[in-house]
């Protein structure tokens, strides 16, 4: 008998999506469900201008609040723990032992991460919620910022986005731990190529997955600066001082080597 090979990953999300199956997940704890096993690492979300929204169509469906409707009755079935949650009553004293079995895999982290390296500066930018690329409100942001810093588009180096969870198989490890792992994984490649000299934060992702407490430490060798989300100040400018407060002494350091 030959054995099986299971699809690669790729291919089996184009061959679900060619027979229109879409991948859900529950967007709000439902009634009787176990804790939740998927969550979002940053909560931010952004209201894209009417331009953007216009020319990003493509993106509607992950959006909160408006998919968690339709999608809802295309899975009753998924979470196979709810029978044996409504069973808990006659044994309310015996089953809290039984609860970790329903939930031995790990919680995953849901969040989108943009990773780059323009001059001197390692960025993490914390996609908001419901993104799955930059916009271009929020690179134009990131430029401005950079350009206080005395560097322009042109030193850009590389570029990449990591879209977490990797997999939709449930039975695949990617809670935080992994997450913080991967992440590092692409983080070291870029300080390893581009050695730069100071890593910037936006958002909440890199604190979260490194249980940061300080808008500022070290990090893979590298001083690093948390910021606010760039979706975050441009939803609320007030962001953008507490922002500014935490570049100055960047921006200080920077103008003799400008001058």
Not at 69 to 93: F, G, L, N
Not at 212 to 240: F, T
Request: no cysteine.
């Amino acid at each position: 008998m030959p054995a099986f090979t299971p699809l690669p990953e790729n291919s089996r999300r184009h061959y679900l999506e060619a027979m229109g199956i879409e991948s859900w997940y529950p967007r709000m704890r439902l009634p009787m469900a176990p804790e939740p096993l998927l969550f979002d690492l940053d909560d931010s979300g952004y209201s894209a201008p009417a331009a953007e929204q216009a020319s990003a169509t493509q993106q509607p469906q992950p959006t909160p609040g408006q998919s968690a409707q339709s999608p809802a009755p295309a899975q009753p079935a998924e979470s196979t723990a709810v029978p044996r949650i409504q069973a808990v009553p006659p044994k309310a004293e015996a089953e809290p032992q039984a609860a970790p079995k329903a939930q031995s895999a790990p919680a995953v982290p849901r969040f989108v991460l943009s990773l780059s390296v323009v001059g001197p500066y390692l960025i993490a930018d914390t996609l908001a919620r419901g993104l799955e690329q930059p916009t271009a409100a929020g690179q134009q942001l990131l430029l401005n910022i950079l350009a206080t810093l005395g560097v322009s588009a042109k030193d850009v180096h590389t570029h990449h986005v990591i879209q977490w969870p990797l997999f939709t198989n449930p039975r695949v490890d990617q809670g935080i731990q992994q997450a913080q792992l991967y992440v590092d994984e692409k983080l070291e490649q870029f300080v390893r190529q581009h050695e730069p000299k100071q890593l910037l934060s936006f958002g909440a992702v890199l604190p979260r997955l490194h249980d940061w407490q300080q808008p500022h430490g070290e990090h893979l060798g590298l001083p690093w600066v948390g910021l606010p989300s760039l979706y975050r100040m441009l939803d609320d400018p007030r962001q953008k001082a507490v922002a500014w407060q935490r570049l100055k002494p960047l921006v200080t350091a920077a103008t003799p080597d400008n001058a």
